[in-house]
């Protein structure tokens, strides 16, 4: 059976001339809550929302888990389909680590996300690179993070920057083991006069 609550015209303006006159007296006797229209509500149908509170303490909260489970669930085998995870057994558990692949993912997303600061000595730093063939993936990942860091191609193997990325160049050619191939300079213009 449905309850159909009827409301005059005249019923509701007699409401919102109480509300008006009592200002602050309301605000005192309505539940603190962010919203005063909830707050009437609660106060007039008191039923409703205690059976409102059950509901939602029995149906949505364990969905609300079971969505967040399903959601990160789905994100691990993303990642892992990707080849950024991989799961081992490990004394009968299963233990996730992160590949190769998924830390060169990581470090990339950190260089994207870095904030770029101008050198304070207005130098800018070089990167000359000639790396073989044999080495074409750490190459192509090279040229990638130079572009991440804020660097502009000359041409081919000359990378220039004028942000401050010194320690993170470095690093960078560490990481992918490039010391024999790349040379790192610090320029500074000199005008003619």
């Excluded at 609660?42 to 609300?64: A, C, G, N, Q, V």
């Excluded at 990642?79 to 190769?100: A, E, F, N, P």
């Excluded at 073989?132 to 190459?139: A, D, H, I, L």
Aim: aromatic letters at 12%.
């Amino acid at each position: 059976m449905k309850l159909k609550l009827l409301f005059t015209e005249k019923f509701l303006w007699d409401l919102y001339k109480l509300m008006d006159k009592s200002g602050d007296l309301l605000s005192e006797i309505l539940p603190k809550e962010g919203n005063p229209t909830r707050a009437a509500h609660r106060m007039f149908f008191p039923d409703l929302y205690i059976f409102m509170e059950d509901w939602r303490s029995r149906y949505t909260i364990p969905k609300i888990k079971e969505r967040k489970k399903h959601s990160f669930s789905k994100m691990v085998s993303y990642l892992k389909d990707r080849g950024y995870l991989k799961i081992l057994k490990i004394k009968k558990k299963d233990v996730v680590i992160i590949t190769s692949k998924g830390i060169d993912k990581i470090f990339k997303a950190e260089l994207k996300n870095r904030k770029q600061i101008k050198r304070k000595d207005k130098k800018w730093q070089m990167v000359l690179f000639d790396i073989p063939e044999t080495k074409r993936r750490q190459r192509d990942l090279f040229r990638k993070a130079l572009q991440y860091l804020g660097y502009k191609k000359l041409q081919k193997s000359i990378w220039v920057c004028q942000y401050d990325v010194l320690d993170e160049t470095k690093n960078l050619i560490k990481r992918y083991g490039l010391d024999n191939f790349v040379d790192f300079l610090l320029i500074q213009k000199i005008g003619l006069s």
